[in-house]
């Protein structure tokens, strides 16, 4: 089966910096939009940063010029450098994905979530 592992949350001071990653792993044939997605405490998740197979980007409104999405389609793997971070980006950030399975048709998705990483900013 399909999965994706984030890594490379923390606590970090307020105007430090994070880089998160995701890795998919499984029989994969090819994966189309990958996405952060968050969810701080009390809230519901939020989109943070979506970015196409070609490479096209989108962000929520509140981290353009401070987060930086990117990916590595050889290595199956979707980052997050997070910079100037603020007390308000504490939450727990969940890495998205939509993959194609070997085993299912060709342009057929299935939308995979990784289980979390925290991500505290706090003095």
């Known amino acids: 089966q399909v999965q994706l592992v984030e890594s490379g949350g923390g606590l970090v001071q307020p105007g430090g910096s994070l880089r998160l990653s995701c890795v998919a792993s499984?029989?994969?044939?090819?994966?189309?939009?990958m996405g952060w997605y968050r969810q701080a405490p009390g809230k519901g998740r939020e989109l943070v940063a979506t970015?196409?197979?070609?490479?096209?980007?989108n962000y929520q409104a509140s981290v353009k010029g401070r987060f930086t999405i990117s990916r590595n389609n050889a290595k199956n793997t979707l980052y997050l450098q997070m910079n100037s971070l603020k007390p308000e980006d504490t939450a727990v950030y969940y890495c998205?994905?939509?993959?194609?399975?070997?085993?299912?048709?060709?342009?057929?998705?299935?939308?995979?979530w990784g289980q979390g990483t925290l991500v505290t900013v706090s003095s």
């Open positions: 998205n994905a939509l993959i194609n399975p070997v085993t299912f048709p060709r342009r057929q998705y299935l939308e995979v």
């Open positions: 499984g029989s994969i044939f090819s994966i189309n939009d």
């Open positions: 970015i196409t197979s070609g490479g096209s980007t």
